[in-house]
């Protein structure tokens, strides 16, 4: 679980970052507030990625970068005010986000312990 949930959350920081253009171009956004919005963002998705893929990282550590990464997801599809495409990816990942949780869950348990 945690390999498929830091990949989205990797992929999507990707996503992030190439949107900061196209708010600048197409939403008319300030470049610096774009930028620092998009860029905060992206950051946020790096770090809560390396915080799963930690393995020191406890059970406890682990939920709250799963929290913290769901919050992430409704802020995506949030910045589609800004940027309506973000609408639609921001649906994408968070339905892989789901998909990374319950498919990573059922591999888990499928180990041999």
Do not use: D, K
Not at 27 to 48: C, D, K, R, T, W
Not at 85 to 104: E, S
């Amino acid at each position: 679980m945690r390999r498929l949930c830091a990949t989205v959350l990797i992929f999507e920081a990707i996503i992030i970052g190439l949107a900061i253009p196209v708010a600048i171009t197409i939403g008319h956004e300030a470049p610096g507030s774009a930028g620092s919005a998009g860029g905060g963002l992206a950051v946020a998705a790096i770090l809560i990625a390396v915080a799963i893929s930690m393995r020191s990282t406890g059970l406890s550590g682990l939920r709250l970068a799963l929290v913290t990464g769901s919050i992430l997801q409704v802020l995506m599809i949030a910045s589609g005010v800004v940027v309506p495409a973000m609408y639609g990816l921001g649906v994408i990942f968070a339905a892989l986000w789901a998909i990374a949780i319950c498919l990573g869950r059922s591999a888990e348990r499928a180990q041999p312990r």
